[in-house]
């Protein structure tokens, strides 16, 4: 099977640089994915890893190495709207319509 | 475009009841897939589609039954509601590429009493 550990919670201020880990364990899979939850909401999409290195979308960069068997969401120029629970989730290969999510960390931000 | 609808967003059952949550899409997905979340414990896939006619069960299928008539709907029912199938249930469709991110709606939340 497949599974994947999160710090349960991060904390940090406006401005600051945050990192939020994901180690997993897989006998395979095609990707690495991110995905954000606010409070009562649904969750967004918001990277995707499918080889090892750095992938950058704005504030938002993620990285994956499958060497490790690690990846981590880096969150810059933290906002109070970055508050929210994110979750890393593997695209096995045995489906990859079906995502296996992590437990998610809790990132809370204050001013 | 609405993206991925569900429906109800609110629900409380008494032990024993049925009831089917509903989800239509809009983006011609072939894929669509059926999660439960309850805290600590992230998003654990029910069950799932690859195409109309087509279901298979995730990680956690008992106590659900689904079916996929057309590419839009994907239903979920309940077949005799439990208070351990409390949680909030969340609905998703994907495009047929590896990198293709979930959609998801936004979610029914189910007591059962």
């Known amino acids: 099977g497949q599974s994947l550990e999160q710090p349960s919670e991060v904390t940090a201020v406006e401005g600051a640089i945050v990192q939020i880990n994901c180690t997993y364990q897989?006998?395979?899979?095609?990707?690495l994915s991110w995905y954000q939850q606010h409070d009562g909401g649904a969750p967004t999409f918001l990277s995707y890893?499918?080889?090892?290195g750095l992938e950058e979308t704005g504030r938002f960069s993620s990285f994956l190495s499958r060497s490790d068997s690690y990846g981590y969401l880096l969150l810059q120029e933290l906002q109070m709207k970055d508050s929210a629970s994110y979750f890393c989730?593997?695209?096995?290969?045995?489906?990859?319509?079906?995502?296996?999510f992590g437990t998610g960390t809790r990132l809370l931000v204050s001013p | 475009n609405a993206g991925v609808t569900q429906t109800p967003k609110f629900q409380v059952l008494k032990t024993g009841q049925s009831m089917t949550l509903q989800c239509a899409q809009d983006?011609?997905?072939?894929?669509m897939s059926w999660y439960r979340q309850d805290p600590g414990m992230g998003l654990r896939l029910i069950h799932y589609s690859v195409g109309a006619g087509i279901t298979d069960q995730g990680e956690v299928p008992n106590g659900y039954n689904v079916s996929r008539s057309t590419t839009e709907d994907f239903p979920l029912r309940l077949l005799s509601a439990a208070p351990s199938q409390t949680s909030v249930y969340f609905c998703?469709?994907?495009?047929?590429?590896?990198?293709?991110?979930?959609?998801f709606g936004n979610g029914t939340r189910l007591t059962v009493t």
């Open positions: 983006m011609n997905h072939e894929y």
């Open positions: 897989t006998s395979g899979f095609y990707g």
């Open positions: 998703a469709s994907t495009a047929g590429r590896r990198n293709s991110p979930l959609h």
């Open positions: 989730a593997l695209r096995g290969n045995t489906g990859f319509q079906k995502l296996v």
């Open positions: 890893n499918a080889l090892d």
